[in-house]
C-alpha cells in the first residue's frame, strides 16, 4: 500500500489546527451577537452572513482558483484572515464592538473560506498523483480531523475563551489562521495545469458548471449534498424543538444528541475507505445515502432520547463517509484545469440549497408539527438515493477513473520530473 507523502502531513496539520478555529468562531461570534443585541432579525443577518459568499461568488472563485497558484492562494487567505480577525479583537477590547462589523467579518471569513476550501480540493489531487485510494484515506483523515476540531473541541474552547474576554476567542482564531498560512507556506510545489486558451472568467465559470451538469456521474454527486442539505437543514431546523417536545430532554441533553451525531461522522470517515473497496464506490454512496434516510425515519419515529441518539449517530456515520467518498472520487476523475470550478460549482450547490431546508422545516413544523419535517426528509433522502443510484454504479465510475488515467498519462508522460519531484520531495 502506499504511504501518503510527507507533505500531506502539514496539510493535514493546517486544515487541523484552521478547524480547531474555525469551531472556536463558530461558538464565539453567535455569543458575541447575542451580547450585542437580542434580536432574532439581527442574530440571523451575523449567521447567514457567512454562507453568502458561497452564493454570490461560488463559480466564480472556483473559476479564479483554477487559475491561480494553488499553494500560494491558500496561505495567503488564512494569512489574510487571520489579519482581519484582529479588527473586531480590536473592536471587542475597546468596547465598539457592533452587529454590522460581525456581519462583515463573517462575510469575509467566508469569502476566504471558499477560496482556502476550493483550492485545497484542487491542490490535493495534484499532491497525492491522483491516486484513488491515496484520495480516500486523506480525505477519510482530513474529514475527521475536521469534525473532531470544529465539531467537539472547537465550540465548547470557543465558549470558554469568551469567558476570559470577548476578544480573546477571536485572537485565538486569528493564531490558528496564521499558524495555518505558516504550514501551507512550507508546502510543496506541484505542477500548475496546463494552461488553456484565454477566456473571460464568466466564460470559464460558466464551463465549470457546465462540466457538472452535462457528466451523469458528477451531476449524481453533486446531488446528493444538494438534496441532504434540504433534508438535514429541514431536520436541524426543528431539532432543539422535537427534542424538547417529543423526546423530553433539556438542552444538556440536546448537547448530547449532536455529540452522537458528531461521534457517527467521525466512525463514517474511518470506515469510509473500507467500504469503498469491499463494496465499490458507487455502492458504497448508495449504502450510505439509503442509511442516511433510514436513520432520519427512524429519528422521526424515535420513542425516546437512546433511540434518537442512535439513529443521528447513524446519520452521522453516513454523512461522514458520503463526505470522504464523494469528493474523494471527483478529485480522481476531473481534469486538473477544470477541478476548482467543478469542487465549487457543486459546493454552491449545497449551499444554495440549504436556506430552502431551513425554510420548508419551519413550514413543515408550523403547518403541521413537528415530526412532519423529519419524515420529509427521510423521504427526500431516499428519493435522491433512488435516483442518484442510477448515475453513480461501479461500472460508471471505473469507466470515469480508467478514462481519467488515460488522459492524464500523457501529461505525465510529457513532464515527469516534476510530477515525481513534488511528490517524492513531498
Known amino acids: 500500500m502506499r504511504r501518503l507523502p510527507a507533505g500531506f502531513g502539514r496539510l493535514w ?7 480547531l478555529g474555525d469551531g472556536v468562531s463558530h461558538a464565539a461570534l453567535p455569543l458575541l451577537a447575542l451580547g450585542l443585541t437580542r434580536d432574532p432579525m439581527a442574530l440571523a443577518v451575523v449567521t447567514a452572513a457567512g454562507t453568502l459568499p458561497w452564493l454570490l461568488f461560488g463559480v466564480l472563485g472556483g473559476a479564479l482558483v483554477d487559475r491561480w497558484d494553488r499553494r ?30 460581525l456581519a462583515a467579518v463573517a462575510f469575509l471569513l467566508g ?37 473532531a476540531m470544529s465539531g467537539f473541541a472547537g465550540p465548547p474552547a470557543g465558549s470558554a475563551l469568551l469567558a476570559l474576554g470577548r476578544a480573546v476567542p477571536l485572537l485565538a482564531d486569528a493564531l490558528s489562521f496564521a499558524l495555518s498560512a505558516l504550514l501551507v507556506r512550507s508546502l510543496p510545489a506541484v505542477p500548475r495545469p496546463v494552461p488553456q486558451v484565454r477566456e473571460s472568467l464568466l466564460r470559464q465559470a460558466r464551463a465549470g458548471a ?17 438534496v441532504g442539505n434540504v433534508a438535514f437543514l429541514a431536520v436541524g431546523t426543528v431539532l432543539a424543538l422535537f427534542a424538547h417536545e417529543r423526546l423530553g430532554i433539556g438542552a444538556f441533553g440536546f448537547g448530547l444528541l449532536l455529540t452522537a451525531e458528531a461521534t457517527g461522522g467521525l466512525l463514517g470517515a474511518g470506515i469510509a475507505s473500507f467500504l469503498g473497496r469491499r463494496l465499490g464506490t458507487g455502492t458504497a454512496l448508495t449504502c450510505t445515502a439509503a442509511a442516511e434516510g433510514l436513520a432520519i425515519l427512524g429519528l422521526a419515529a424515535a420513542p425516546n432520547p437512546y433511540v434518537a441518539g442512535l439513529a443521528l449517530a447513524v446519520c452521522g456515520a453516513g454523512m461522514g463517509a458520503t463526505m470522504v467518498l464523494g469528493p474523494s472520487l471527483r478529485q480522481a476523475i476531473v481534469p486538473a484545469h477544470l477541478m476548482g470550478r467543478v469542487a465549487s460549482t457543486s459546493r454552491m450547490l449545497a449551499m444554495c440549497a440549504a436556506p430552502f431546508g431551513a425554510f420548508l422545516g419551519g413550514w413543515l413544523a408550523t403547518t403541521y ?58
Open 369 to 426: 408539527d413537528v415530526r412532519t419535517p423529519l419524515y420529509t426528509a427521510a423521504g427526500l433522502l431516499l428519493a435522491m438515493t433512488a435516483v442518484t443510484s442510477t448515475m453513480t454504479t461501479n461500472r460508471r465510475i471505473e469507466a470515469a477513473l480508467r478514462s481519467s488515467s488515460d488522459r492524464e498519462r500523457p501529461a505525465q508522460d510529457s513532464h515527469p520530473a516534476p510530477l515525481t519531484d513534488a511528490v517524492i520531495a513531498a
Open 13 to 19: 496539520a493546517a486544515q487541523t489546527v484552521s478547524s
Open 111 to 147: 469569502l476566504g473560506g471558499l477560496f482556502f476550501d476550493t483550492a485545497a480540493t484542487a491542490y490535493l489531487p495534484d499532491l497525492l498523483g491522483r491516486d484513488p485510494a491515496l484520495l480516500e484515506r486523506a480525505n477519510s483523515r482530513l474529514r475527521g480531523a475536521q469534525t
Open 72 to 101: 500560494r492562494t491558500m496561505w495567503v487567505v488564512d494569512a489574510a484572515r487571520a489579519l482581519l480577525l484582529a479588527i473586531p479583537a480590536a473592536a471587542a477590547a475597546f468596547d465598539v464592538l457592533s452587529i454590522p462589523l
Open 210 to 226: 457546465s462540466y457538472v451538469f452535462r457528466d451523469r456521474l458528477l451531476l449524481g454527486l453533486a446531488l446528493r449534498p444538494a
